[in-house]
């Protein structure tokens, strides 16, 4: 596909929202009114939060500590894998179907199901229903790394689409210096940055990657509270259903790493932007990190797996 042209304005929107954690029908219900929502207000691309699809399992440990894993965790696993999306079945074709309704661009977060392994991922579907490009989160954070596998390199690479050239990096895969180098390098404009971390690092975090990269950045985090998980859940200490899990932080930035929209806390929801991607040539005037800012004498990335060569 060929790059968009560089006069091109695109409405983008950001959601900050919780799905009804492990249940995966429900959860795809929410995603369909929050796209519809989105679409009403004009969005050409969608984005929503790390693991939206069907839960992100803060606090939950699995029953599992070094050297033993408890049969209650092992259920636990059983409900969330229950919930995840096989992406050649028919729920994926749910979020395409979505997408296709709206006629737009949708990211979103999903646990994704692979035989009896759980991946944490990015799917990113086109205005036609078309899965375009998933992306694996290459290392699951700490203790997320007892239920994720780990992805594998050939995901990490910038998608070409109507709406711009979109890349994705989840949650602390931000902190991964050569995964932001990958995506410079294949020219990313709208950087996809689902996350569950809802702290003020985020933040500058965010804006860094804008900054250096010279692109747009969406953030998009859960706003979840005690009652979107299971009333079974076992969080220690117990709170009141109200109680917020996870704050959210969604925002988006420019390519000089100014926040244009959010961030927002401890409340649902929608950030839309009308993003100007010939922001992303004109602020490489003076700083391109792959190009004339670069010094390939003296530093260079191997990529040891090659992202697919693209279709004829």
Known sequence: MPFPPLTR????????AAPVAFDLDATLD???????????????????PEAFVSA????????TVIGSRSDAGRAWYARYWA???????????RLGAIAQEHALHLAIGVIERAGGSLYCSV???????TLLHVHRKLVPTAAERIVWAQGDGASVRAVP?????LGAAVCWEHYMPLLRTALYEDGVQLW?????????????????VAMEGRCFVLSANQCARRHDYPADYPLEPDVPADTVITRGGSCIVNPYGEVIAGPVYDEDALLVADLDLGETVRAKLDLDVTGHYARPDVFQLVRRVAPPAPAE
Do not use: M
């Open 192 to 208: 996809l940055a689902p996350t569950a971390d809802s702290r003020e690092s985020w933040i500058a975090t965010v804006r860094h």
């Open 56 to 63: 992100y399992p803060r606090g939950l440990t699995f029953g």
């Open 30 to 48: 929410r995603v369909r009114a929050h796209v519809a929502s989105a679409a009403a207000r004009g969005a050409e691309l969608v984005l929503f």
């Open 161 to 165: 689409t109507a709406v711009g050239v």
């Open 9 to 16: 304005t695109v409405r983008v929107a950001v959601v900050q």
């Open 83 to 93: 919930s995840s999306v096989d992406l050649s079945g028919p729920d994926a074709a």
């Open 123 to 129: 799917c990113l579907y086109g205005p036609d229903g």
